[in-house]
């Protein structure tokens, strides 16, 4: 089984991110894909209003259009058994220690023509957990993910600081973000990352991501592992501690 080497372990330490091609193999991907897509169809026709501002991308035709789905590793096998792949687990391991727990998992669609930006924030903000060294995020890329189509940025570095104070804009409590002249002061790297490899990020390193203006969606699944004692004991955001998978 391949594991993470003595550089890429530096490199996560140092950079606060690093990125592994070839993570999952093409048949595990289409599945993935394939079941993102029927369940999307499914839960787009039960959204409530208020759930509609948070999960559909309005603008980008006149078809509505799914922004995310949460909780996959909890609620769909074909994405569970992502989630529980023994390498990526022994990865995991290497980072954050033993005993990993998925708090919560979210796939991103950001459709081709306008999939929308998600703005800098540091997911230890969102979670809020008792130990800030305890928690990874693995961004799996379900499509190529680069520059044209929005991968993540990220301020190298940034994990070595602590967690910044968000806001939230004015009717989306949920979209926690770090205002845009603190945000100004960091410089953020593009991440590509090639369909079935993964970018482990820590909680406290900022990233983002922009719009998707290509023809191309940009599919990810993330998924956000603590380690056996994670306690989320300051989230910002609520967090159901039913759905949490240990593995
Ligand atoms: O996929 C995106 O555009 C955002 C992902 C993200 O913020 C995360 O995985 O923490």
Redesign the pocket.
Known sequence: MKTLDPDQLKTYRARGHLTVEGIFGEAEIRAAIADAEIWAKEEIGKLDAGQQAWYVEGAITDRAVLRKLDNPIYLRPAFRSLAANEGLLAMVEQLIGPSPKAFFS?I?F?AAGGGG??PV?Q?NYYFGPNDPEGMV?V?IALDDADEGN?C?YYADGSNLGATIPHTAPEGEPFNLLIPDDAAAAYEMTPAPVPRGGVSF?HGNTL???SDNQSDRP?R?C?I?YGNGNVELVHSNLSYDADVVVSF
Do not use: M, V, Y
């Open positions: 979210q991103f950001k930006p998600k924030h997911d995020t961004w929005g993540l990020h990233h983002q991501s940009r990810a993330a956000h």
